[in-house]
């Protein structure tokens, strides 16, 4: 066990990791060495930062808890503390269940760990990060909480209303992440595209984007979780016009059916939908749509996902995650509707949903083949160099190869290089 070391877990999405960053940098101004999502956690205290968003969400955050409460039991461990959305959410629940957790925060005062650990937060390290990422790309988070009530979603319970971050503070941490080496920039929010509008009811997002672009040394923006309905239209105009803002936007639709629509309360209709999807390829030729889709939500006919399907094969997403809907405690479909949809059917659904994006995937990526673009370089793990193009976000799309024996490249690096194949999920290229 060593002394003044913390262990700091990380679970859940990009929001949470922006707020283990921002604490991390304060322990460390305290004199504590930090270890983040350590295979081997060897820290005298450890703090686990949960996410309490769906089933297997919580179900992974409980069970990293019960392995920490075992090795303090154990005597390999003195502190442990938990933070984040699950404990935001069922903080006296989980004090009854696990006693051997020291003390439980939620979301939004995890800083007073500082003080339970007898040390006062540094005024000139706040809304500072230790990264964990590679140290070329970073996460932007610009605003906390959502004003959206989509029936199914717990997160405007966990995390409240929607907060914009004053634009002159989010620009000044962007030249201060480039000062620190930070190329490439995930901007990320609950709700990126309604930016601003608790500011002075205006979107801000397309202004906010492009005083980010202007910053030098800003090689790359993309841009995660816009809503499909009021989509600021000007945000395409920033997209077009400057280079360095991804042809790429992370845009969560959920189904397509009116009545699900409706009954989800997305507050936007089938039209609407194929509308903005015309639209934003018109407006942003080669522009790369990720997606996230549901199955299973209450009352979904097997009429209402072949329409799924059928826009699915319409769409011809870039990037398309899916999953099958999980009632979550206090929203508005776990107390008006009735989980009615047998889970082998969700689960039949979603192969089935899943099946037919790989094909339009394996489709798309192969039209790729002789094509030449920018790639960054993230990691080189065995014969490969391991990349990304302005298309493909961390962790969650298609990377592309480039042979580590033809050419030495340095992590966090742009080339220019021509594709020579392609995968269902990946690329393969050689650098020109």
Known sequence: MKKNQIDIITLGCS????DSELLMKQFEANGF???HDAKNPQGEIAVINTCGFIGDAKEESINTILE???AKE?????????MGCLSQRYQKELEEEIPQVDKFYGKFNYKELLKELGKSEIPECNGMRHITTPHHYAYLKISEGCDRHCAYCAIPIITGKHVSRPKEEILDEVRQLVRDGVKEFQVIAQELTYYGVDIDGKRHIADLIRDMADIKGVEWIRLHYAYPNQFPMELLDVMREKDNVCNYLDIALQHISDKMLQSMHRHVTKQETMELITKIREEVPGIHLRTTLMVGFPGETEEDFQELMEFTRWARFERMGAFAYSEEDGTYSAIHYKDDIPEEVKQQRLSELMALQQ???????SAK???TMKVVIDRKEGEYYIGRSEFCSPEVDPEVLVNANEKRLRIGSFHQVRITDATEFDLYAEVI
């Open 15 to 18: 929001k949470n990791l922006v």
């Open 68 to 70: 920490f409460a075992q």
């Open 74 to 82: 154990e005597g390999r461990l003195n502190k442990l503390y938990v």
């Open 359 to 365: 094909e339009i995937s394996a489709e798309i990526e």
């Open 33 to 35: 060495h930090c270890t």
């Open 369 to 371: 083949i002789g094509q």
